[in-house]
């Protein structure tokens, strides 16, 4: 390991706090702009909730790094992150625009596609083939796909910055254990500044992170993903990263493909994430987002193992996490979400999805 376990922490709480500190402060600028969540038939909370806690994400994530790269700057100095904190601060502007005026999903999508080519160009992207063209197009895929799976999993109290922490712990242990300290620092400093949030985000939340924070959290996971590297085939490499983001893949493609099926549009909100299927089946909010959770961890614990070992186990084991998630996949699109039409026509109002 490049870095040592106590540089580690000390990222990982320094952000923490950074973002448990500036979350309050976002809640009463949002309270006095009125930047408020106002409740409505597809969203389960009574009253108005601040949605301005992308600002602290963003400034708390930023400020750390910054702080971190000023303290032990990395190979090639600030050059190395200011390209990806830009672009990832230029997608959390949109994600505020998209909050405060309500966007077209359509400028959401450019702006990431357009932010997904500039990593390609920077040589940042996927390189899993020999062609160029296709590696870009798998770019642009994968960051457009998971920042935009983060931004869906923004639907119920807790649950987008729980699980990015999550993931992010599971990418910081792959990293750390194959020596790569900028992307492991990155990866729990991100961890921590999404838990930090959640202190004031947990069931009953006091803030929402808004598609600012989740446009954010998103597309630096997407980047941290494509990031990764560790001794093993090409194939295994390209399968970690999808893994370890796996449980936020599942969730938006569960809610596609039952749209799909009832022939409303992806893009319309609506209470049919696994989350609102986990609470329709009678669990709680906060034992429905646990739950998610557990998933997630084992799923990252089993992600850090398939790194560590042959190919042929490895295969095996993400062959069982992928039945797994087929079988449960196939299971939720069995609960009833959509018990009548007006319940459909009523969700088409607003956000992608807090609750």
């Known amino acids: 390991m490049t870095g040592v376990w106590w540089e580690y922490l000390a990222v990982f709480v320094a952000s923490g706090v950074l973002c448990a500190v500036l979350t309050p402060m976002a809640i009463r600028l949002a309270v006095r702009s009125g930047a408020l969540d106002h409740p409505a038939d597809h969203k389960s909370h009574k009253s108005p909730i601040p949605h301005l806690g992308g600002l602290a994400i963003v400034t708390a994530f930023t400020g750390a790094v910054v702080l971190a790269a000023i303290a032990r700057p990395p190979e090639g100095g600030l050059g190395v992150l200011l390209p990806l904190l830009l672009i990832a601060t230029a997608l959390a502007l949109v994600g505020l625009m998209d909050d405060l005026r309500e966007l077209s999903p359509a400028w959401r999508v450019i ?9 390609w160009v920077l040589g940042s992207g996927v390189t899993v083939t020999g062609s160029d063209a296709l590696n870009l197009i798998l770019t642009v895929l994968w960051i457009v796909g998971i920042t935009n799976a983060f931004n869906l999993l923004d639907n119920m109290d807790g649950l987008a910055a729980g699980l990015g922490a999550i ?24 961890a921590g500044c999404t838990a930090g949030f959640l202190r004031h985000n947990f069931h009953p939340a006091s803030i929402y992170m808004g598609d600012s924070g989740a446009l954010y959290i998103g597309f630096l996971i997407a980047v941290l993903g494509l990031k ?19 449980v936020a893949v599942f969730d938006t493609s569960l ?7 009832v022939g409303r549009s992806p893009f319309r909100g609506g209470r049919d994430h696994t989350s609102h299927r986990l609470v329709q089946l009678g669990l709680s909010v906060p034992v429905a987002v646990g739950s998610i959770y557990f998933v997630a961890a084992s799923v990252g614990i089993q992600t850090f193992v398939i790194s ?10 993400a062959g069982m996490i992928i039945v797994m998630l087929l079988v449960g996949g196939s299971l939720f699109l069995r609960v009833p979400v959509y018990p009548d039409s007006q319940r459909i026509l009523s969700a088409d109002t607003r956000q992608d999805e807090p609750t």
Do not use: H, K, Y
Request: one cysteine or more; proline letters at 3%.
């Open 111 to 119: 702006a990431e596609t357009g932010a997904a080519v500039v990593v």
């Open 167 to 190: 993931t992010c712990v599971s990418m910081f242990l792959v990293a750390s254990a194959n020596g790569q300290f900028l992307v492991a620092a990155l990866a729990i400093g991100l």
């Open 228 to 246: 990764l590297r560790f001794e093993g085939d090409a194939l295994t490499s390209a399968l970690v990263p999808v893994l370890a983001c796996s």
């Open 255 to 261: 809610v596609v493909i039952s749209r799909l099926m």
């Open 308 to 317: 560590r070992i042959e190919p042929d186990s490895a295969w095996i084991l």
